[in-house]
């Protein structure tokens, strides 16, 4: 349950991604860029992970597409009749917020449960470190595909703990 879905190529891959949209050469200039220590790039390569929330935040800021970064392509291709006609839809209807606000309220939103599922636990700051580096994007993920419903993102979240131990 507790399994990255990135190998440590893909996350090489996402930081010279990073580096290029942010015009920096070094894993210390990214790192500024993005809001942590020095060393916070090295470290994720270190330690084969993501800093995921800083990642979410800085693009949003700088205008860089998320998608683009991560390699994420549309599950379903829609002509560009199909596309204009839902399009025309949505904006009509005013159903649909701009992804900046989507990624922001999912960030929020898997945050909070994880606060609210982790601080009873009183774990000890490494592994809680390690279980929201694990639990974060699987529930980010699952935040979109449920429509942003708080109780199944917790209930998710719950059991991929509940799995944990």
């Known amino acids: 349950m507790f399994t990255d879905s990135m190998a440590v190529s893909e996350i090489g891959d996402v930081i010279s991604k990073l580096q290029k ?18 060393s916070g790039i090295a470290m994720a390569r270190k330690k084969e992970t993501l800093p995921y929330a ?23 291709k ?8 839902k399009k025309a839809t949505v904006e009509s209807s005013g159903s649909v917020r701009n992804s900046t606000e989507d990624a922001l309220a999912a960030l929020a939103l898997v945050e909070e449960i994880m606060d ?4 009873p636990k009183h774990l000890d700051a490494e592994r ?28 998710i979240a719950e059991g991929a703990l509940y799995m944990a131990y």
Do not use: Y
Not at 135 to 151: S, T, V, W
């Open 54 to 76: 800083a990642i979410v935040l800085a693009c949003i800021k700088k205008g860089v597409s998320l998608d683009e970064i991560f390699d994420i392509e549309s599950k379903s």
């Open 78 to 85: 829609l002509n560009d009749a199909t596309f204009n006609e």
């Open 116 to 119: 609210d599922l982790l601080e």
């Open 128 to 155: 809680e470190l390690l279980i929201r580096n694990k639990l974060r994007p699987m529930l980010i993920e699952k935040a979109f595909e449920h429509n942003f419903n708080e109780i199944m993102v917790k209930t």
């Open 21 to 38: 949209k942010f015009g920096v050469s070094s894993d210390r200039a990214l790192s500024e860029e993005l809001g942590l220590s020095h």
